[in-house]
């Protein structure tokens, strides 16, 4: 008697295969976002950031995992959003934020260069400053 993959009964639930119940509407890359963010927390870069969750930390954080990803200006930085997971990870709304929100954001983040320099030099980190 061959029993049939397609169908099964399991204390009394139908069990289907996912292909029949589930459809896929999006897919989206996710590793490469996943793995450049635990890096980023392991060496507690965003705490030396902003120890308090911010948006603007959020911003700054997503500015730099798109640059390890794919390099782009500013503009192309909120399109590419769309193309990974990295914006719903960071909680960042791509409706919402534009190129004139991620320059506000490195303002902010400016005014708080020299607090995480020390702050990456006690936790032996190198800063390329190059000419200010």
Same mark, same amino acid.
């Given at each position: 008697?061959?029993? =049939?993959?397609?169908?099964?009964?399991?204390?009394?639930?139908?069990?289907?295969?996912?292909?029949?119940?589930?459809?896929?509407?999006?897919?989206?890359?996710?590793?490469?976002?996943?793995?450049?963010?635990?890096?980023?927390?392991?060496?507690?870069?965003?705490?030396?950031?902003?120890?308090?969750?911010?948006?603007?930390?959020?911003?700054?954080?997503?500015?730099?995992?798109?640059?390890?990803?794919?390099?782009?200006?500013?503009?192309?930085?909120?399109?590419?959003?769309?193309?990974?997971?990295?914006?719903?990870?960071?909680?960042?709304?791509?409706?919402?934020?534009?190129?004139?929100?991620?320059?506000?954001?490195?303002?902010?983040?400016?005014?708080?260069?020299?607090?995480?320099?020390?702050?990456?030099? =006690?936790?032996?980190?190198?800063?390329?400053?190059?000419?200010?």
């Amino acid at each position: 008697m061959k029993k =049939s993959l397609e169908f099964h009964k399991l204390s009394g639930v139908d069990l289907v295969p996912a292909q029949s119940a589930l459809e896929i509407i999006r897919s989206r890359p996710h590793g490469h976002v996943d793995a450049i963010l635990r890096a980023i927390l392991q060496l507690g870069l965003e705490q030396m950031i902003s120890r308090e969750l911010c948006r603007q930390r959020d911003l700054v954080l997503a500015m730099i995992v798109q640059r390890i990803i794919v390099p782009r200006s500013k503009l192309g930085t909120t399109r590419e959003w769309n193309n990974t997971t990295l914006a719903e990870e960071l909680n960042i709304d791509t409706k919402k934020e534009d190129a004139d929100l991620l320059y506000a954001a490195m303002d902010w983040l400016l005014k708080r260069q020299s607090r995480i320099e020390q702050k990456g030099t =006690s936790k032996n980190l190198i800063f390329n400053t190059r000419d200010r």
